[in-house]
Nanobody, 115 residues
């Protein structure tokens, strides 16, 4: 059973920071790629950042320069450090992992940025 569990969301003022965590059941080396997606009210889910098994990262334009994705293989955990948060970053954030053709999602964690 593959499980991804997010934590770290919350309410923060604009300009503040949050660090999201995604803990995987078992080794995260199983995943070809891990990523963070977000879904704002009334909008489609969108990719924020991803990191592959080799550590190569990819960011949405809106995240570049503000967010950093990383992984701690020893802790089987992926992180998203979010700095300089803006009200438009308000969304539910989801952890995603892909093993071959299978996609796995966490339950989501809410991030609210107040102006």
């Amino acid at each position: 059973q593959v499980q991804l569990v997010e934590s770290g969301g919350g309410l923060v003022q604009a300009g503040g920071s949050l660090r999201l965590s995604c803990a995987a059941s078992g080794s995260i080396f199983r995943f070809n790629v891990l990523g963070w997606y977000r879904q704002a009210p009334g909008k489609q889910r969108e990719l924020v950042a991803s990191i592959d098994r080799g550590g190569q990262t990819n960011y949405a334009d809106s995240a570049k320069g503000r967010f950093t994705i990383s992984r701690d293989n020893g802790k089987n955990t992926m992180y998203l450090q979010m700095n300089s948060l803006k009200p438009e970053d308000t969304a539910d954030f989801y952890c995603h992992g892909k093993i071959d053709w299978q996609n796995f999602w966490g339950q989501g964690t809410q991030v609210t940025v107040s102006s």
